[in-house]
């Protein structure tokens, strides 16, 4: 589907609140795209499309879970909202027809993270956290400047915040999210070693 008409039905789906958000997210992940030489359009697509399923009870994301069999963990049993991203996935594909694996992925991806992630995949997850209408996480005006300056650092950065953030809560900790932060500390300290 095209976008304007992506648009229009999401608008539908989602609540105003997460509306704006989503095109926040669509045209932060534009700029970072720019800034990072990759393609815009795939992150506009991403952007739009990343929370397309968040507006759901979590009671209705497990019927949706197990009725197209997609895989429960422990953890998002307890904290079914982490079901977002592979809910997104499936309504993406079949209510707005994206078939590129890349835009799909980056959807999957974008709550706990991955180890591996790709550039687009980095874009989508640091546009979701810095778009300008979110105001709550600490260190914002830095990550925001960060971002567009080295992706790899400003994961580090947002998954450590967030870990930080979940350990307080006492919130369920994914083992991805982990696994992915210590994916960036490892790529980063080895970066450094060779200089
Ligand atoms: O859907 P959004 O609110 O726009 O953003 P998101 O999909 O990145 O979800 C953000 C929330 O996800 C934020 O409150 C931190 C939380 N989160 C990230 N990793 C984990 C997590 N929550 C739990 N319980 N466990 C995780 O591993
Ligand atoms: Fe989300
Ligand atoms: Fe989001």
Redesign the pocket.
């Known amino acids: 589907m095209k976008r304007l008409e992506i648009e229009k039905k999401l608008k539908k789906y989602l609540d105003k609140e997460r509306y704006t958000?989503t095109l926040g997210?669509m045209y932060t992940a534009a700029s970072l795209a720019m800034a990072h030489q990759a393609d815009v359009e795939q992150a506009m697509y991403a952007g739009l499309l990343?929370?397309c399923a968040?507006c759901i009870s979590n009671k209705e994301k497990l019927k949706i879970c197990k009725k197209h069999k997609i895989a429960v963990s422990a953890?998002e049993k307890h904290?079914p909202?982490?079901l977002?991203?592979k809910i997104g996935v499936l309504y993406a594909k079949k209510i707005y027809k994206i078939d590129d694996p890349k835009i799909l992925h980056a959807i999957q991806v974008?709550?706990?993270g991955a180890p591996k992630m790709n550039t687009l995949d980095k874009i989508l997850?640091i546009a979701?956290?810095i778009e300008p209408n979110r105001d709550k996480a600490p260190n914002l005006e830095h990550i925001r400047k960060l971002a567009f300056d080295d992706l790899d650092q400003t994961m580090l950065q947002i998954l450590s915040d967030?870990l930080e953030?979940?350990e307080k809560k006492g919130?369920?900790?994914?083992p991805?999210?982990v696994e992915t932060y210590k994916y960036f500390n490892k790529k980063i300290k080895k970066k450094e070693d060779n200089l």
């Open positions: 958000h997210v990343h929370d968040k953890v904290s909202f982490l977002h991203a974008h709550t706990t997850f979701d956290y967030t953030y979940l919130g369920d900790i994914d991805l999210t």
